[in-house]
């Protein structure tokens, strides 16, 4: 089985930081594509940034220049460092990743969503 745990999110203020973490565990062959979503209430789940096992990183309009997504293969672990937070970025952060298990071959898999509120 496969897991992914996210750590990270809380309270800050605009113009904070803060860094969201994702560990992935299990029956792990190869971790694919990785990346971050983001929930506000009402609204629908959105992409934030997306990285791949190789190659360039992408970003939503909203988030660039101020979100950074890498990942430490090593460790199995995404980050997602948010820079210059505003309001419009409270939401509910999900990480992602399409991970190559040794039990159920290519499937994509979900954290359990991690808070990120930003006062004014």
């Known amino acids: 089985q496969v897991h992914l745990v996210e750590s990270g999110g809380g309270l800050v203020q605009a113009g904070g930081s803060q860094t969201l973490s994702c560990a992935a565990s299990?029956?792990?062959?190869?971790?694919?594509?990785m990346g971050w979503y983001r929930q506000a209430p009402g609204k629908q789940r959105e992409l934030v940034a997306t990285i791949p096992s190789g190659g360039s990183t992408n970003y939503a309009d909203s988030v660039k220049g101020r979100f950074t997504i890498s990942r430490d293969n090593a460790e199995n672990t995404e980050y997602l460092q948010m820079n210059s937070l505003k309001p419009e970025d409270t939401a509910v952060y999900y990480c992602?990743?399409?991970?190559?298990?040794?039990?159920?071959?290519?499937?994509?898999?979900w954290g359990q969503g991690t808070q990120v509120t930003v006062s004014s």
């Open positions: 992602h990743a399409t991970i190559i298990s040794s039990t159920r071959g290519s499937s994509g898999y």
């Open positions: 299990g029956s792990i062959f190869r971790i694919n594509a």
